[in-house]
């Protein structure tokens, strides 16, 4: 019985460092060979608990992690003590506060898991270690820098070219597989918007579909 849950462990640790391997497969393109013993070596198991920190304002980040269950979330607080959301992480995303851990400066924002989340993390010095020796760790660096900036101006035209009801419908679009997991608290901080208003767009879009 104790053979049978050994294997069962490590079955299931060996599920989590896979789907890591593919993803950074699908990053650089599959061309390049990655090597799950040596990611094994570098990428440690970590277990956050529904609202603990994976990095907090004014922490120098020492690590990067790829998110195999569960669910994190980016926020700033406000001088008024308000909650502004940057950015959703779930399953098969990586979850960092990127350029404080480049620069090692401290974070602008809090990480928080919204869910209990297994992470697999890279610390600082392995994290560059790879990049140093390795042409395909290079070119993953450099491809997940661009998916951020990116993303990071794709979330800045949304506030400045599209309504709150467009954000929503875009929101609806690229997190739907995130929606009920979410709360709309935190869509609306996300959205820029109050709850109040959210529920004005939500219940609109409503009506127009029940006409």
Known sequence: ??????????????????????????????????????????F????????????????????????????????????????????????NDFVASYASFLYQTPSLYYIEAMEDTTVLSINFNSYFNQINKSRTWCNIARKYTEKIYYEKEKREAS????????????????????????????????LGLTPVSLSRIRNKKQGKINK
Request: negative net charge; glycine residues 4%; aromatic residues 14%.
């Open 44 to 91: 440690k198991m970590e277990h956050y608990s529904k609202r603990e920190y994976f990095v907090k304002e004014g922490d120098i980040p020492n690590k990067i992690g790829f998110i195999t269950k569960g669910l994190m979330k980016y926020y700033y607080i406000d001088f008024d003590g308000n909650e502004w959301i940057k950015y959703f992480s779930a399953e």
């Open 159 to 190: 506030f400045l070219k599209e309504t709150g009801s467009e954000r929503y419908a875009s929101f609806l679009k690229e997190y739907k597989h995130l929606t009920g997991r979410i709360s709309i608290k935190d869509i609306a901080s996300f």
């Open 1 to 42: 019985m104790k053979r049978d849950m050994e294997l069962t462990n490590k079955n299931n640790t060996d599920d989590k460092y896979d789907l890591l391997v593919s993803e950074l497969k699908n990053i650089c393109d599959d061309k390049e060979i990655i090597d799950q013993d040596e990611i094994k070596s570098v």
